[in-house]
């Protein structure tokens, strides 16, 4: 299916997500402070913020900005000699939420895990007005919409061009996001209808007529009956009266 899904682009090149607790934000693997020198939080902040915008695809976003949730300020970490390293290591598909390592690898080395929030805007299709269900969409039916990202649905469509080939396959109201959860790409054939097989192969090609014994879309492999046979074979779709087999 042809379909531009905002979604799955995120998806494919968001950063990861690490699940977090209050331990490990409160007591780190190693390097506590010792005679005050202790590394800035403000810092550690920043290296995760830079490292989540370094790694973020904006493809399709807007107004972006990212930002982490406080430290505990009786946080104190060993100041490191190096400069901070960021790092990600977990396979969530948050779209909004993502957490990143920060590690000194200095002579007392530490390791903290930051939560960070992603914010923007993005653009999605929704209804413009109530669909039924098994209706294709049109440019008319549909409306673009400027969104918050953490407030789009999963599998949401953003290509207004791409949307011919679909139908819902249920009734939607007026305002809902279109998703791939709601649509399918729109059926050429039905189960029962009277189709013609083309057939080729050895430099022949014969025209038969047939009855489709399952709905499909273009492209699918479907069993049609020869009508005059009674063999049951599976032939392609072509467009809305045609399916070929290959003899």
Do not use: H
């Given at each position: 299916m042809k379909v531009n899904i905002l979604t799955r682009l995120l998806t494919e090149k968001r950063t990861k997500v690490f699940a977090l607790t209050a331990l490990t934000l409160l007591f780190p693997i190693a390097g506590l402070a010792e005679?005050?020198?202790?590394?800035?939080?403000?810092?550690?902040?920043?290296?995760?913020e830079q490292f989540v915008l370094q790694q973020l695809d904006t493809t399709g976003l807007t107004d972006i900005s990212v930002s982490t949730?406080?430290?505990?300020?009786?946080?104190?970490?060993?100041?490191?000699?190096?400069?901070?390293?960021?790092?990600s290591t977990s396979n969530s598909q948050s779209m909004t939420r993502t957490s990143v390592g920060i590690r000194c690898n200095g002579q007392?080395?530490?390791?903290?895990?930051?939560?960070?929030?992603?914010?923007?805007?993005?653009?999605?299709?929704?209804?413009?007005?109530?669909?039924?269900?098994?209706?294709t969409l049109t440019a008319a039916a549909v409306e673009i919409r400027r969104v918050p990202l953490n407030q789009l649905p999963a599998n949401s469509l953003s290509d207004i061009d791409a949307i011919g080939d679909l139908e819902t396959i249920r009734p939607l109201r007026a305002g809902s996001p279109l998703t791939l959860n709601s649509l399918r790409t729109r059926q050429m054939i039905e189960q029962g209808q009277q189709v013609v097989i083309l057939g080729s192969g050895r430099g022949i090609q014969v025209k038969m007529e047939g009855t489709a014994m399952k709905?499909?879309?273009?492209?699918?492999?479907?069993?049609?009956?020869?009508?005059?046979?009674?063999?049951?074979?599976?032939?392609?779709?072509?467009?809305?009266?045609?399916?070929?087999?290959?003899l």
């Open positions: 005679n005050g020198n202790s590394q800035s939080l403000e810092s550690i902040r920043a290296a995760a949730t406080s430290l505990d300020s009786r946080l104190r970490l060993q100041d490191c000699e190096l400069p901070l390293e960021a790092f007392k080395p530490w390791t903290l895990y930051v939560p960070v929030s992603i914010n923007a805007m993005v653009e999605a299709l929704y209804t413009a007005r109530p669909l039924l269900r098994g209706e709905s499909g879309s273009y492209g699918d492999l479907i069993p049609v009956k020869n009508s005059r046979s009674g063999r049951v074979v599976e032939a392609s779709i072509q467009d809305e009266g045609t399916v070929v087999v290959n």
